[in-house]
């Protein structure tokens, strides 16, 4: 069992970034595929990076422009965020369990964190 907690959310202007952070609880967190997902408005949930022990994956609407990392020693994922586009407003979440793209397929969600970016 995995607990999540997103920060970090915001209202940024277009070009600006932000910072998202996961704390995870558990003792087996290292062990855990994790990823993020956002949802827009209206709008099906949407992949948008993952991190496993040794690799990352990205949406190509995100690659370039943000990168998912991970520090076991705190529990913790980050999505770091630069270049935003007013695209990128949706409800961030934190996910865990699945080496997917598919978001129906992770087992552990956070309650998300809104970021909206002006233009």
């Known amino acids: 069992q995995v607990q999540l907690v997103e920060s970090g959310g915001g209202l940024v202007q277009a070009g600006g970034s932000l910072r998202l952070s996961c704390a995870a609880s558990?003792?087996?967190?290292?062990?855990?595929?994790m990823g993020w997902v956002r949802q827009a408005p209206g709008k099906e949930r949407e992949f948008v990076a993952r991190?496993?022990?040794?690799?990352?994956r990205y949406a190509d609407s995100v690659k370039g422009r943000f990168t998912i990392s991970r520090d076991n020693a705190k529990n913790t994922v980050y999505l770091q965020m630069n270049s935003l586009k007013p695209e990128d407003t949706a409800v961030y979440y934190c996910?865990?369990?699945?080496?997917?793209?598919?978001?129906?397929?992770?087992?552990?969600w956070g309650q998300g964190t809104q970021v909206t970016v002006s233009s």
């Open positions: 558990g003792r087996t967190f290292s062990s855990y595929v």
């Open positions: 991190i496993s022990w040794s690799s990352t």
């Open positions: 996910a865990a369990g699945a080496y997917s793209t598919d978001p129906r397929e992770y087992d552990y």
